[in-house]
């Protein structure tokens, strides 16, 4: 009487784990084989099968199905493993350089930044935030450590005295790109600020930084309000 309830189990079993046509013609002829079986020998027929239900060892009727079912689920499983694999490397690489973030100011000066004869970028010296050491303080650059999206702001001011002219105009490139510009020229009031956001794709290695223009000023920066920041909304594994 075992047999029978062998018999059961490894229908369920391939039920469980059976999607081939292979599998359920096994199942099939496990079910009829169950159904028809009388207590005397199964009818396993031309199946490679020494055994016999008699000896009551279970499944061995359809010993080679459910080994080429092993056989298909162990690939698979290898191929899934790759994959995972994969997904995990990819994760790692994005998850890895996506703290970066920079804020950097010019330093406090009651004198003029400028004029120059030609572009210059800005060095804003005074660094509080390099997360990812993107922002070199010497040059004024930002290289993107990453591929992705990222957001930059930059702020001009600049302070004249009564009989002066504000006469400020700053620019930031993206590897020598005009991206966003900020200026002012009047008489009218002699203190100004105003401030600019972008929001740029960038490729690992990508240049970002600001420009005073030639022949205009920024002055009397006395707290370090020209400010240029930068950080990575989020990234992508496009390099
Ligand atoms: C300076 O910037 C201005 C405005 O973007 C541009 O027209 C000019 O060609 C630039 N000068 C140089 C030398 O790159």
Request: proline residues 3%; glycine residues 8%; aromatic residues 8%.
């Amino acid at each position: 009487m075992k047999t029978l309830t062998v018999v059961p189990l490894c229908v369920l079993v391939i039920l469980c784990l059976s999607s081939g046509s292979e599998a359920s013609s096994a199942l099939d002829l496990l079910r009829e084989t169950a159904v028809s079986w009388a207590g005397g020998s199964l009818p396993c027929g031309g199946w490679d099968c020494e055994c016999a239900f008699r000896r009551q060892q279970g499944c061995c009727c359809a010993a080679k199905p459910l080994f080429d079912l092993e056989e298909a689920i162990f690939m698979r499983m290898v191929g899934l493993w790759d994959g995972l694999s994969r997904l995990n490397n990819q994760v790692q690489e994005v998850t890895a350089g996506s703290r970066i973030a920079f804020t950097a100011t010019m330093l406090p000066t009651a004198r003029c930044l400028g004029p120059f004869t030609s572009n210059m970028s800005i060095s804003y010296q005074s660094v509080s935030l390099n997360q990812g050491s993107g922002y070199n303080p010497a040059l004024g650059t930002f290289t993107a450590p990453h591929a992705g999206l990222y957001s930059f702001s930059f702020t001009a001011y600049s302070r004249v005295g009564d009989a002066d002219r504000l006469y400020q105009k700053v620019q930031l490139l993206m590897n020598g790109q005009v991206i966003a510009s900020s200026w002012e020229d009047n008489r009218e009031d002699s203190e100004d600020c105003s401030t600019q956001t972008v929001l740029l794709q960038l490729r690992r290695g990508c240049q970002v930084y600001v420009e005073l223009l030639s022949g205009r000023q920024l002055c009397g920066d006395a707290q370090g309000n020209n400010a240029f920041s930068g950080y990575l909304l989020y990234p992508s594994t496009e390099e």
